[in-house]
């Protein structure tokens, strides 16, 4: 039984091989022997001596680290804003695209992937979780009125300015948001 499976992983190698310059130009296009490692399902240090072994001329390991990045800002922010993409930027920086991504939401010049609906935060009045554009509203515009909702007029939840919130009847802002869904003719 070994030996078939000695001979099928032969085989593998084998095609593997074939395909490496392809492999070689992907990874000089910026992606990382992680991509590459987990498309072909490899492990990452084997992908890395492959690469090695055909010729990749082999980037540092993580490029430039955010600390770098945020040295280098005010040039990045200057291209960023003349219309270079993340992915342009993170080429020429020698950084994965994840780590400019990361950066740019960090400066403020890219808005937040939404994992959340809303932000929370813990009230240092009360010590509770609560969401921030409450929180905001509570202290900016004032109190909300008990069944009211505070509704983002411009449809991000992650823009808890007090001039994008407005305090709702319950009733009035589940017709506001209904109101934008489509709604399914009858059977």
């Known amino acids: 039984m070994p030996r078939g499976r000695d001979a099928a992983s032969r085989q593998w190698t ?25 498309r072909f399902s490899i492990t990452q240090p084997a992908m890395h001596k492959r690469l090695q072994k055909h010729g990749a001329k082999m980037r540092p390991a993580h490029g ?9 800002w005010p040039l990045i922010a200057t291209a960023f804003k003349a219309g270079a993409t ?3 930027l993170a080429a020429e920086y020698a950084c ?5 991504l990361k950066r740019l939401r960090a400066h ?24 921030v554009h409450r929180f905001v509203y509570e202290t900016e515009v004032g109190p909300i009125p008990e069944g009211y909702h505070v509704h983002h007029k411009n449809g991000d939840t992650w823009d808890n300015r ?20 489509p709604r399914l003719a009858p059977v």
């Open 96 to 100: 994965s695209e994840p780590t400019m």
């Open 14 to 38: 084998r095609s593997l091989d074939r395909v490496m310059p392809l492999i070689v130009a992907e990874y000089h296009s910026r992606r990382s022997t992680r991509q590459l490692a987990k």
């Open 86 to 88: 993340g992915k342009d």
């Open 162 to 181: 007090p001039e994008n919130l407005a305090a709702m009847s319950a009733g009035d802002h589940t017709r506001l948001h209904n109101k934008r869904r």
């Open 108 to 131: 403020g010049l890219l808005p937040r992937p939404i994992k959340a609906k809303y932000r929370s935060i813990r009230d240092p009045r009360t010590g509770e979780v609560i969401n």
């Open 64 to 72: 430039h680290t955010e600390n770098d990045i945020d040295a280098l």
